[in-house]
């Protein structure tokens, strides 16, 4: 291949990877649809309950990601990483396939349930990360293909994660809770698919733009110079280590200590935002960092902080909304009622038409120096996520708890977010690629994965003030006594975050030091 073609086609390992990740995507998206189902249906949960397993469960997806992301720059590499996540993530499946054939059996499918919860958490920790830090890899520093080159990736998690809810959601979500079980197999069975493709293929497509492979190595192992050191300068060294850390874990303490009892979170919602606090402040405290690339870290960590508003009100999708969807949606299709679990492959199948359409408007508009910096991109994402809500938020005015409103007040929803997410999840993608140091690339990748842990905590929280009838809910002494209230509740976080985020852009760009 040519130079000049080599700058105009994207390389053969992005495909490897689209495909990798669209069959662990499947299996992640393909047992979520029908999770909450199957804890109210089957095991018999209270909505409050399941959306608090619910957002414990996607928070710590979202926040493991820190430990694969250390794990693999400073010991594993991320190849290996990737494949232990996988070997994790599809026993993890099984458990919730036992689970569910044990539904009966109360105490025994619940533990089930929490095992394959678990390691689900932790398999995804080691495999998602590293997948997404790869996928910059394969480009040179500066490439201008990135922010497409993420958005193709991210077409690839949406093909599987548009499949799944249907075939997930077409075996299991029947109306008999016995059948959550061929659900819950089929996402296993997609799992050791993505395994298979990796590891037959991962050498002859995981190649850097250098030729040489990528992931093997460990990119942020600490050298060992003992040898050069004297016994007293090592010992001095690793007390002052010690000492450090000691100060970080009694801050993480305090942190936990205040959200357990100040603020009363849960046991896991406490543990969540201590960790999504502390770690960023060590990773910026770091003796080693320069002073441009402490500068663009803290980019990361602020577009972070907005993108917490983004996922908590989009995340509704898997608890809130597809209540909605079961109760207060019509589903009548030619006759045909469809399943709940269904609407969540509209996010997805928008994703996959619209992605090739921003793909080629980025390339197209970075040619003509037109292309948006990416705090702008994801201020407007925000914008479309509160245009969204407000949307349905009219369509459900004045509208009786068990009345169904038309499949179109959702639809629409799903395809104004679907916009949203576009311009700000592959491009914060990019952009955590483009400003994090190459030794500090997965592990902050694992901290731009924290800000969705808490979002998703955030979002289990926030579904659980879903209005029922004779059940008034408050949040900072506000009555939500309605879905219009609900709705609304999203459209003034997401329009505010939104507001302050661009008016905060061209300072952002400040500190990015040229990197668009």
């Not at 619940?110 to 398999?123: E, N, V």
């Not at 890899?137 to 249907?166: C, H, Q, W």
């Not at 909304?321 to 199948?349: D, I, K």
């Not at 292309?371 to 938020?393: C, E, H, N, R």
Request: charged share 15%; net charge positive; aromatic share 16%.
């Amino acid at each position: 291949m040519t130079t000049d073609e080599s700058k105009q086609n994207h390389p053969k390992g992005l495909y490897f990877v689209f495909a990798t990740a669209m069959s662990e995507r499947f299996s992640y998206y393909g047992m979520r649809a029908i999770f909450t189902l199957y804890l109210i249906k089957a095991l018999l949960m209270d909505k409050e309950l399941a959306s608090t397993i619910y957002g414990n469960y996607t928070g710590l997806v979202y926040l493991t990601p820190l430990i694969g992301g250390y794990v693999a720059d400073r010991f594993l590499g991320m190849r290996r990483s990737i494949l232990w996540g996988a070997v994790m993530m599809i026993f993890g499946q099984l458990f919730m396939f036992a689970s569910a054939l044990n539904y009966l059996n109360g105490d025994l499918s619940r533990w089930l349930m929490y095992s394959g919860l678990a390691a689900l958490i932790f398999g995804n920790g080691f495999f998602k990360p590293n997948i997404t830090t790869i996928v910059g890899s394969l480009y040179e520093k500066g490439d201008k293909r990135l922010d497409s080159a993420y958005t193709i990736f991210y077409m690839g998690v949406n093909v599987g994660a548009f499949i799944a809810p249907i075939l997930c959601g077409f075996l299991g979500d029947t109306g008999n809770p016995a059948d959550f079980k061929w659900g819950f197999l089929t996402a296993a069975l997609s799992m050791f698919l993505s395994l298979i493709l990796f590891v037959g293929w991962k050498s002859k497509y995981l190649i850097g733009p250098n030729g040489e492979p990528l992931g093997v190595e460990a990119t942020g192992k600490v050298k060992n110079n003992h040898s050069e050191k004297s016994t007293d300068v090592i010992a001095q060294s690793s007390l002052r280590v010690f000492a450090e850390s000691l100060v970080w874990v009694l801050g993480g303490l305090i942190l936990f200590s205040v959200f357990y009892f100040a603020f009363h979170f849960d046991l896991i919602g406490a543990s969540i935002f201590a960790v999504c606090i502390i770690i960023p402040a060590y990773v910026i405290s770091d003796h080693s960092l320069t002073k441009i690339e402490r500068s663009r870290i803290w980019v990361i960590y602020i577009i972070a902080f907005f993108v917490i508003f983004f996922w908590s009100a989009f995340e509704q999708a898997g608890a809130s909304l597809t209540y909605f969807a079961e109760e207060q949606t019509n589903r009548e299709v030619f006759g045909w009622t469809m399943p709940a679990s269904f609407f969540q492959s509209f996010n997805p199948v928008f994703i996959v038409m619209l992605g090739l359409v921003f793909s080629n408007l980025w390339v197209w508009l970075s040619k003509r120096n037109m292309d948006p910096t990416s705090p702008v991109k994801q201020a407007m994402g925000l914008l479309f996520l509160a245009l969204g809500y407000l949307v349905i938020a009219f369509g459900v005015k004045g509208v009786a708890p068990g009345v169904k409103v038309s499949i179109l007040w959702l639809s629409g929803l799903y395809f104004i977010h679907t916009m949203g997410e576009l311009l700000l999840s592959p491009i914060g993608l990019s952009m955590v690629n483009k400003l994090a140091p190459i030794r500090f690339a997965s592990l902050l990748m694992g901290v731009w994965y924290m800000s969705m842990a808490t979002a998703n905590k955030f979002a289990g929280m926030l579904s659980g003030l879903y209005p029922e009838v004779g059940k008034p809910k408050f949040i900072f002494g506000i009555q939500i006594s309605s879905l219009y209230d609900f709705f609304m509740l999203f459209v003034v976080m997401a329009g505010a975050a939104a507001i302050i985020l661009f008016l905060l852009s061209k300072w952002l760009q400040k500190l990015m030091h040229e990197v668009k």
